[in-house]
């Protein structure tokens, strides 16, 4: 099945370009939750989806603490993560700057270069959506 997309037009104030700009916005299908990965993962394997949701949350456990340890999580096949920070407040002066002020901003993810071929062949169907 082909994923949606509709071209969304980009206005530019900044540079004064009148010739008109788009950029792709991809339409979700659903969501899908981790019991049923489980049940489609359980049966193509001898893994129950039990076995499965349990390795998860290990899996997510361990990847919580390692990051927390200051470790990216590099997972062969699948991608990179690691968390990014921010600042709680503006600051003028570096030196100002204490470990209070930073807090975790998100966990950033970079695919692997096979999770990437393994999407190579995606298709697109347009949507006026």
Not at 79 to 93: A, M, S, W
Request: charged residues 25%; aromatic residues 6%; proline residues 5%.
């Amino acid at each position: 099945m082909p994923v949606k997309y509709r071209l969304t037009k980009i206005n530019d104030n900044i540079t004064g370009n009148t010739e008109p700009r788009f950029s792709v916005t991809l339409i979700s299908n659903g969501n899908i939750n981790l019991e049923q990965i489980a049940r489609k993962i359980s049966q193509m394997s001898s893994f129950t989806s039990g076995d499965i949701i349990g390795a998860v949350e290990g899996l997510l456990h361990v990847m919580a603490e390692e990051m927390k340890a200051g470790n990216t999580v590099s997972i062969t096949g699948l991608g990179t993560f690691y968390p990014t920070g921010e600042l709680t407040r503006e600051v003028n002066d570096p030196g100002k700057v204490r470990s209070e002020s930073v807090r975790l901003k998100s966990i950033a993810f970079r695919p692997s270069p096979g999770l990437r071929k393994r999407m190579s062949n995606i298709e697109f169907v347009k949507t006026n959506r």
